[in-house]
């Protein structure tokens, strides 16, 4: 069920909610840090006045120091340095009489404040130094004077071992340690320490002023962080998730793409890349949309003079008559075979091209490879001679581009050529250099020539001006040729020859 909702949360909520749960795990070690900071730093003032209260029974003990006034002023003015990093050191006898005071022998006992608690400790030597604390609430309704308190005491059940008092006030933190001196078993009286120990205070009040400006600190960097997650990311993503519905439910509604692709950071080139790639798709499917529709257009008409010539066949005697018929059945047959083999190919091609990486090529290298090839089979077939001319005499003339993709640019231009040409001609492929360093490719032939004044056309797709055996081509040559020059970064173009009759087509491509 928890995993089920952090899942339905969005992006800036979980960012908060895991926030929220650290910092309350980070809340919840910080006050379990003041509570325990504060018994430790009373601990390690009370070991030192538990150290100093045995030392000074031991000397009462040794010297036989009697729990009178006389007797006690004497010791406290003879053992006086044991008590120089003490604010007040308190003796009562077993009646709890005060019968020395380090600060005065003639006043009463202070009396502490509405709120006073009570540490008690075990008496600690070397082996017992590292007990825990245990801290009591003695009475925080009344005030209790230090004389109530030995008497309390002298009642506990704990008698006999040491106590820590501790009074805090606004402007005080008083540390007190108490513990009855025993002679021969029998109580003689009371020895207390006092100690203004406002450093601990100070110290827990650091503590906890530290901890409070760091929440504080992190409350308002998690604010910022949120603000600036939720502005400059997170709705920009959004804006996206909106764009891609808006494409996928082919909606009219309009979206800030434009603004989020002239952003400089990831999101910028995310946007760029997503719409670039939108409008590809576009182009693809409006592609395969046209191309499909001109297809069916295509393979209509021999369909046609193939339902026709097969009805007109059945009922015809003649002979020669019947033989024309099936001369066009088998050119129908051929024509719808050839649409859809080139298709197929094209197809294949896209996937392809997809797929291959351009690389360094030698073009000159690769045009005599495709011209011999074709002078193999047709100079000895239709004596349709194929010259490779190098205008500027280099032996490489480099360009980017995939190897077999060139080679198809040039065998579709010098098939075509062919296909217009007339036995025992010559075809030129011209290759050379032109002024801006682009590599130019030429097929020049001696073949009818295009009746089209825009010569543009004869790159659409299933061309009109064809020759008398369509039936061995498409109607797709020279728009694959425009598409791999295209895909080549290269330019092409065709025109009529000017001094004899015949086609010219020219390709430049970019220098490598």
Do not use: C
Not at 40 to 53: A, E, P, Q, S, V
Not at 88 to 101: A, P, T, Y
Not at 145 to 165: A, E
Not at 254 to 275: P, V
């Amino acid at each position: 069920m928890f995993t089920n909702f952090i899942k339905s949360l969005s992006i800036l909520k979980k960012f908060l909610f895991i926030n929220l749960i650290i910092f309350l795990v980070i809340g919840s070690l910080a006050f379990l840090y003041i509570s325990n900071v504060k018994p430790i730093l009373i601990k390690n003032k009370t070991t030192k006045h538990i150290k100093i209260i045995n030392n000074t029974i031991e000397h009462i003990l040794r010297l036989n120091i009697k729990f009178e006034e006389e007797d006690i002023r004497r010791f406290l003015f003879s053992t006086r340095f044991l008590f120089q990093n003490l604010d007040r050191v308190i003796l009562f006898d077993n009646q709890f009489n005060l019968v020395g005071d380090t600060d005065t022998l003639d006043l009463d006992p202070r009396s502490f404040s509405n709120r006073l608690d009570i540490v008690q400790l075990e008496t600690l030597n070397e082996e017992k130094s590292n007990k825990i604390v245990e801290t009591k609430n003695i009475n925080k309704e009344k005030t209790i004077s230090l004389k109530d308190i030995l008497t309390n005491y002298s009642w506990s059940k704990d008698y006999g071992k040491p106590y820590t008092f501790v009074q805090e006030g606004y402007d005080q933190f008083l540390l007190t340690t108490i513990n009855n001196v025993i002679l021969d078993g029998k109580n003689i009286g009371y020895l207390v320490i006092t100690e203004n120990a406002n450093d601990v205070k100070l110290a827990i009040d650091e503590r906890k002023t530290f901890i409070l400006r760091t929440v504080i600190f992190i409350v308002i960097v998690i604010v910022i962080f949120s603000f600036v997650l939720n502005r400059y990311f997170l709705k920009p993503i959004k804006s996206l998730v909106t764009y891609t519905k808006i494409i996928k439910e082919k909606s009219r509604k309009k979206t800030n793409i434009n603004e989020l692709k002239n952003r400089n950071d990831e999101l910028g080139t995310l946007s760029n890349s997503l719409d670039d790639m939108t409008n590809e798709l576009q182009k693809r499917i409006s592609h395969a949309e046209n191309f499909s529709t001109d297809l069916v257009h295509e393979i209509r008409n021999p369909l046609t003079s193939l339902k026709s010539a097969s009805e007109i066949l059945n009922e015809t005697v003649d002979q020669s008559q019947r033989s024309k018929l099936i001369d066009i059945l088998n050119h129908d047959v051929q024509r719808i075979e050839r649409l859809i083999t080139d298709y197929s190919q094209m197809l294949k091609d896209e996937v392809a091209l997809s797929k291959e990486k351009m690389k360094r090529i030698n073009l000159k290298t690769i045009a005599q490879s495709v011209v011999d090839d074709f002078n193999n089979i047709y100079e000895a077939r239709r004596g349709i001679k194929i010259i490779l001319n190098d205008l500027n005499n280099y032996d490489e003339y480099y360009i980017n581009g995939i190897e077999n993709r060139i080679e198809q640019i040039i065998a579709n231009l010098l098939d075509n050529s062919i296909s217009f040409s007339e036995d025992n001609k010559r075809i030129l492929v011209e290759i050379f250099k032109d002024d801006k360093n682009g590599i130019i490719l030429k097929v020049i032939d001696e073949g009818k020539g295009f009746k089209e004044t825009n010569t543009k056309k004869i790159f659409d797709r299933f061309y009109s001006n064809r020759p008398d055996n369509f039936g061995e081509h498409s109607g797709l040559g020279l728009n694959i040729v425009k598409n791999l020059a295209e895909l080549h970064g290269a330019s092409i173009s065709a025109a009529n020859n000017t001094a004899q009759k015949g086609a010219n087509i020219e390709i430049i491509f970019p220098k490598a």
